[in-house]
């Protein structure tokens, strides 16, 4: 195949194992930043298909330093430049809910599409639109699923009760549970701030003495999956796991998900982390042959 992956330090080990399984070069993007807080970015000239392998949690200090790296690329003769970006940001806010609010999806699925022929993603967090082409109509806009990888991990447990704390987590928990037919409860959830979460889980005294594995596609501060924990807790659930697709939790968030009683948390390699996390690699090379990317 053809094509060199180009990947930024934080996203290095990730990006190195996609380059293994797709037998393509890799090439590791310079980058310094100055004390005024501006940055270089430096990447060898190509001119074959360029990959360029970013993962975009922290979003609003890695754009910048990403569409620098993009337009220097097709500068230097990339015949075509393809984002992977195993967590896109800003994909939640699809509408304005008050006057003068920027729709942010729109906004920077509009400055991918300016600069990218194709862009890859996996699990993207959509709302109200059912498919990344519908906010990237000019570009290759491809959404993938982690659910292959997570149900992968869960093949050797011993019939786990796989929990949605919500209805926005349904897609993904089906998904995982299918291949493997395992039961499945969704919860329903009621919202008052950032932290602050209300749930109930219909069908919960299922989890009477058995693993009950929490599902969803990204955990940041941890308060959906404490509250659900703790009903799960009172059914009697004999250990409580989670599982998800984008781990952005803090270690402070983790240490509470701890204490509430959460025995295990894992999460793919969505974001650089490496150590005990789930590859996605296997899952995204597939779909790049599978799109021809590469010739």
Same mark, same amino acid.
């Given at each position: 195949?053809?094509?060199?992956?180009?990947?930024?330090?934080?996203? $290095?080990?990730?990006?190195?194992?996609?380059?293994?399984?797709?037998?393509?070069?890799?090439?590791?993007?310079?980058?310094?930043?100055?004390?005024?807080?501006?940055?270089?970015? $430096?990447?060898?000239?190509?001119?074959?298909?360029?990959?360029?392998? $970013?993962?975009?949690?922290?979003?609003?200090?890695?754009?910048?330093?990403?569409?620098?790296?993009?337009?220097?690329?097709?500068?230097?003769?990339?015949? $075509?430049?393809?984002?992977?970006?195993?967590?896109?940001?800003?994909?939640?806010?699809?509408?304005?809910?008050?006057?003068?609010?920027?729709?942010?999806?729109?906004?920077?699925?509009?400055?991918?599409?300016?600069?990218?022929?194709?862009?890859?993603?996996?699990?993207?967090?959509?709302?109200?639109?059912?498919?990344?082409?519908?906010?990237?109509?000019?570009?290759?806009?491809?959404?993938?699923?982690?659910?292959?990888?997570?149900?992968?991990?869960?093949?050797?447990?011993?019939?786990?009760?796989?929990?949605?704390?919500?209805?926005?987590?349904?897609?993904?928990?089906?998904?995982?549970?299918?291949?493997?037919?395992?039961?499945?409860?969704?919860?329903?959830?009621?919202?008052?701030?950032?932290?602050?979460?209300?749930?109930?889980?219909?069908?919960?005294?299922?989890?009477?003495?058995?693993?009950?594995?929490?599902?969803?596609?990204?955990?940041?501060?941890?308060?959906?999956?404490?509250?659900?924990?703790?009903?799960?807790?009172?059914?009697?659930?004999?250990?409580?796991?989670?599982?998800?697709?984008?781990?952005?939790?803090?270690?402070?968030?983790?240490?509470?998900?701890?204490?509430?009683?959460?025995?295990?948390?894992?999460?793919?390699?969505?974001?650089?982390?490496?150590?005990?996390?789930?590859?996605?690699?296997?899952?995204?090379?597939?779909?790049?042959?599978?799109?021809?990317?590469?010739?």
């Amino acid at each position: 195949m053809e094509g060199t992956i180009f990947a930024f330090p934080e996203g $290095r080990d990730a990006a190195m194992r996609l380059a293994g399984e797709l037998g393509i070069g890799f090439s590791e993007v310079a980058l310094r930043r100055f004390p005024d807080g501006e940055s270089l970015v $430096r990447v060898e000239p190509t001119q074959g298909v360029a990959l360029l392998y $970013r993962s975009l949690d922290d979003p609003n200090a890695k754009l910048i330093e990403l569409f620098l790296a993009a337009a220097t690329l097709r500068e230097n003769g990339a015949r $075509r430049l393809i984002l992977i970006a195993p967590y896109l940001a800003y994909m939640r806010q699809d509408v304005a809910f008050h006057r003068g609010e920027a729709v942010s999806q729109r906004v920077i699925a509009g400055m991918l599409a300016e600069r990218f022929d194709a862009v890859l993603t996996v699990d993207p967090h959509l709302h109200r639109i059912h498919s990344l082409e519908e906010v990237m109509p000019d570009t290759e806009a491809v959404a993938l699923s982690a659910a292959p990888a997570l149900s992968s991990v869960l093949a050797d447990a011993d019939y786990p009760l796989l929990v949605g704390p919500d209805s926005e987590s349904r897609q993904w928990v089906e998904a995982i549970a299918a291949p493997l037919g395992l039961d499945v409860l969704v919860g329903e959830k009621l919202r008052s701030g950032d932290r602050e979460v209300a749930i109930r889980i219909p069908g919960v005294e299922r989890a009477e003495g058995r693993l009950a594995v929490l599902v969803d596609d990204v955990v940041s501060s941890g308060a959906t999956l404490i509250e659900a924990a703790r009903l799960l807790r009172e059914a009697g659930a004999a250990r409580i796991e989670a599982l998800a697709t984008h781990g952005l939790a803090r270690p402070d968030d983790l240490a509470r998900m701890a204490e509430a009683g959460i025995a295990a948390l894992r999460f793919t390699d969505s974001v650089g982390k490496s150590d005990g996390a789930i590859p996605l690699a296997a899952l995204i090379a597939a779909e790049i042959r599978r799109q021809r990317w590469l010739g």
